[in-house]
Each structure stands twice: as structure tokens, then as C-alpha cells.
């Protein structure tokens, strides 16, 4: 049996070639520069769609708390939409997402009834003037990701006092 | 034989101390590079949470107007995530119909300085919010 090792014949030839492995590390760092930058664009964009929401939903509370607090108090229901509306432009001048203006999806006004909202109902009740909000904004993504549109709602009904956020029982998730 | 063996084993042993010092200087920037990505994650997900203060420090100010209610529930919610509130500053503004809400937190107070050590640090930067809630007393 041939044994596997050197001998001196194997010495006085040169040595099998081995691929050069100078600049090893190099060249790791270098292929791992586009994973690194790519982990970076996601935390980025992660991190943006998520205060985009959270900025988003707080400007569609204010302009819907705004909206019921004038609409509720107002005992002329149409003058009282006319200057809710002036309100709720208002509010959602004055919070800015990721700096821009949010752009409006839907001004609804409603009877907010035993936990459900019904839109447009012709001249509900003061306890049960009710404005539901949609607004939204397109995310540019940074580093190469891509652009995404967040969208977010809001509930709000005066109740006698004040206006208060709220949930549609029937469809929870939307407001 | 053995001038072979010795031969061929100062040659492997050459390359890998090469190897062991292209590694030792090319460790650093990879290392940085993932604290930093590290460092970035927390901040933007403090910066969600600082505006997460705001807004419901000025849910409490649309109600009971300038109050140190506001202070209270803006502190309330950055301790939930863990930001520590010394040396934030809540300042509230009643103009017109709104009442302005802005949330100045220290960025120290969000995450640990890892990389002051390569000179980037984060001592000294802030993290503000600022929301708007209509007066509702």
C-alpha cells in the first residue's frame, strides 16, 4: 500500500501550485459590502414605514377629534360640517408626516351608534356627530427599496362634552 | 524528507499569518459597519416612540391644555420602551384652535454610544417631535 506522504523525489520538483489566497479578506469585505448596505436600506425603511404610521395615524385623530368636537358642539348641522372642515384641514396642515403634507383618502361624516358608524346619515344627533378620517402617504424608500403607500384611519364622535376616539365595532381594524 | 515537510509547512504557515493580518485589518470596518447598523435600528425605532409621546402628550394637552399631565404622559410612554426621561424637554403651545406639543429627547437617552470610540458619536444629538391636537376641554 502507497503511503501518503512526502518523499524526497516530491522536493526536488516544485510544489503543486495552490491557489493564492492574498487579499482572502479583502475580498470578503468587499462581497459583504452589498449585504451590509442592503441590512441597512431594510432597518431604514423599516424604521420610516413605521413612523410614517404612527405620524399618519395621530394627524387622522387630530383632524377627527377636531371635526366632532365642531360638529358636535354646533347646533346648525350644516354650518357646523362647513366649519369642521375648517378644522380638520387645519389639523392636518399642522401634522406633517416625514415633513410632507398627508394626502386626504376620505372625509366621512356619520352617526356613531351603539359601537358602529354609519356614513352620511342626514342630520344624526349631537351625541352621535361622528367624523371618520382616512389619510395617507407614499414612503420613499431610501438606498434602493422601494416605495411604499401607508394609509391610516381615524374614529371620533362628540359625546355630549367632548369628542372622543373611537373604534367601529364592525370593522375594527380600519378605524 | 523532512526539509520537504518543514519546507511546505513555513510555506502554509506564511500564508495564514498574511491571512491573520488582513483579517485583523479589515475586522474593524465590518465591525463598525454592524454596531452601526445596530446603532441606526435603535434610533429609528426611538424616534417612533418619541413621537408616540408626542402624540399622546397632546391628546392630554387638547383636554386639560397646559398641564404637567402633558410632562407625565409623554414621560409615561418613553419609559415603556425604556428611554430614560432625564434632560427631556416637553414644552406645550396653546395658537388658535390647536394646542402644539414638542418633545426634545436627548438621543443618548435612546441608545448606548457604541461607536465613540471611532469617533461617531451620539452625544449632543436630539430626537424632537412635534404633534398638533385640537382643543378639546
Given amino acids: 500500500m502507497k503511503r501518503a506522504c512526502l518523499t524526497h523525489s516530491d522536493t526536488t520538483q516544485p510544489l503543486p501550485r495552490v491557489a493564492s489566497r492574498r487579499g482572502f479578506a479583502v475580498i470578503w469585505l468587499l462581497g459583504s459590502m452589498p449585504i451590509l448596505l442592503a441590512a441597512v436600506a431594510f432597518v431604514v425603511s423599516i424604521g420610516r414605514l413605521d413612523l410614517a404610521r404612527t405620524e399618519l395615524k395621530t394627524a387622522a385623530e387630530s383632524a377627527a377629534l377636531g371635526g366632532a368636537r365642531v360638529w358636535g358642539e354646533s347646533t346648525d348641522d350644516a354650518a357646523g360640517q362647513t366649519a369642521a372642515m375648517v378644522r380638520i384641514n387645519e389639523m392636518i396642515t399642522a401634522n406633517n408626516v416625514l415633513g410632507h403634507t398627508p394626502t386626504v383618502v376620505t372625509i366621512e361624516t356619520g352617526a356613531y351608534v351603539g359601537g358602529v358608524f354609519t356614513s352620511s346619515v342626514s342630520v344624526p344627533t349631537q351625541t352621535q356627530r361622528a367624523y371618520r378620517i382616512t389619510l395617507s402617504t407614499i414612503v420613499i424608500g431610501k438606498l434602493g427599496a422601494a416605495n411604499y403607500t401607508v394609509r391610516s384611519q381615524a374614529l371620533a364622535v362628540y359625546n355630549g362634552s367632548r369628542a372622543v376616539l373611537t373604534y367601529d365595532a364592525l370593522n375594527p381594524s380600519a378605524s | ?137
Avoid at chain 2, 78 to 95: D, H, N
Avoid at chain 2, 97 to 110: C, M
Wanted: hydrophobic share 45%; charged share 10%.
Fill in chain 2, 1 to 137: 524528507m523532512k526539509v520537504a515537510v518543514t519546507h511546505v509547512a513555513r510555506r502554509l504557515r506564511r500564508r495564514n499569518g498574511a491571512i491573520t493580518i488582513e483579517m485583523i485589518l479589515t475586522s474593524p470596518i465590518l465591525v463598525i459597519s454592524i454596531i452601526g447598523i445596530f446603532e441606526m435600528g435603535n434610533l429609528v425605532a426611538s424616534t417612533n416612540q418619541v413621537a408616540l409621546s408626542a402624540r399622546n402628550g397632546a391628546l392630554v394637552a387638547s383636554m386639560l391644555g397646559t398641564s404637567s399631565d402633558v410632562g407625565a404622559a409623554v414621560n409615561d410612554t418613553l419609559l415603556q420602551s425604556g428611554i430614560t426621561t432625564a434632560g427631556v424637554s416637553v414644552t406645550t403651545a396653546s395658537a388658535g384652535t390647536g394646542v402644539t406639543v414638542t418633545v426634545n429627547v436627548p438621543l443618548q437617552n435612546t441608545c448606548p454610544d457604541f461607536l465613540t470610540t471611532y469617533g461617531f458619536s451620539i452625544s449632543g444629538k436630539t430626537v424632537i417631535a412635534t404633534v398638533t391636537m385640537p382643543l378639546n376641554p
